[in-house]
């Protein structure tokens, strides 16, 4: 249980274009998904909380017309980045809290997270 | 953001011995959690921490909650091949309505067959 998948796993694409990634909650329901960006030999580092249902809250210095998120059901979010550029390349991962909780409701489940390289 | 004190940053290990891992924090945390990523891959939950003083074993992993509610550790006995990889502790702030994480920088484990 607990599963959650990203598509695509990697992306290449040419600057300026805009590239979408799909966040899903395979077998719970999650009111509430979180996207990480992690660079190499770094720590993930949150980038938006997603509530299904409403507006995602940006951290601090993430630009939210940037980085457009979706979350329009309890499986499913979605992360755009728009007019991506180099700087963008990244490890983008997404991870989904457990509405019902087999835990104590506060364990996240990552995904296997999508490379994202801007050329 | 916040991110937590992890150590070491790195460890180099023979098969078979022990290791251990904390991460200390400035804030009060009321959930810890530790996951271990593989390269290319997105972290995979080992251990879940909830009240203070909590000590939780996940086969050879053994995790604790420190007192204070600002530390946490991470034993693995035993340590194989496999267990390589970067492992990292998170905080839960305390208070939060939307149970976002803070994370370690990671410790990488290399264990020399």
């Known amino acids: 249980g607990a599963v959650v998948s990203q598509h695509p796993s990697w992306v290449i694409c040419k600057s300026g274009t805009s590239v979408k990634i799909e966040c899903r909650s395979l077998?719970?329901?999650?009111?509430?998904m979180f996207w990480y960006r992690q660079f190499p030999k770094q720590s993930l580092m949150l980038m938006a909380t997603?509530?299904?249902?409403?507006?995602?809250?940006?951290e601090q210095g993430v630009e939210k017309d940037k980085f457009l998120i979706n979350h329009a059901s309890l499986t499913l979010s979605t992360l755009t980045v728009t007019s991506a550029h180099p700087e963008d390349s990244s490890f983008y991962i997404c991870?989904?809290?457990?509405?019902?909780?087999?835990?104590?409701?506060?364990?996240?489940?990552f995904g296997p997270g999508t490379r994202l390289t801007v050329l | 953001g916040q991110q937590l004190n992890q150590s070491p940053q790195s460890m180099f290990i023979q098969e078979g011995e022990d290791v251990s891992m904390n991460c200390t924090s400035s804030?009060?945390?009321?959930?810890w959690l530790w996951y271990k990523q593989d390269p290319g891959e997105g972290p995979v939950l080992l251990i879940a921490?909830?009240?203070?003083?909590e000590l939780t074993s996940n086969g050879r992993l053994t995790a604790q909650f420190g007192i204070t509610r600002k530390d946490s550790f991470l034993n693995i006995s035993a340590s194989i091949p496999s267990d390589v990889g970067i492992y990292f502790c998170?905080?839960?702030?305390?208070?939060?309505?939307?149970?976002?994480?803070?994370f370690g920088k990671g410790t990488l484990l290399t264990v020399n067959p």
């Open positions: 804030s009060i945390f009321n959930t």
């Open positions: 921490l909830y009240k203070a003083g």
């Open positions: 997603s509530n299904e249902g409403s507006k995602a809250t940006y």
């Open positions: 991870s989904a809290r457990d509405l019902v909780a087999g835990g104590k409701g506060n364990e996240q489940f």
């Open positions: 998170a905080g839960q702030l305390k208070g939060g309505s939307n149970y976002k994480l803070t």
């Open positions: 077998d719970f329901q999650a009111t509430t």
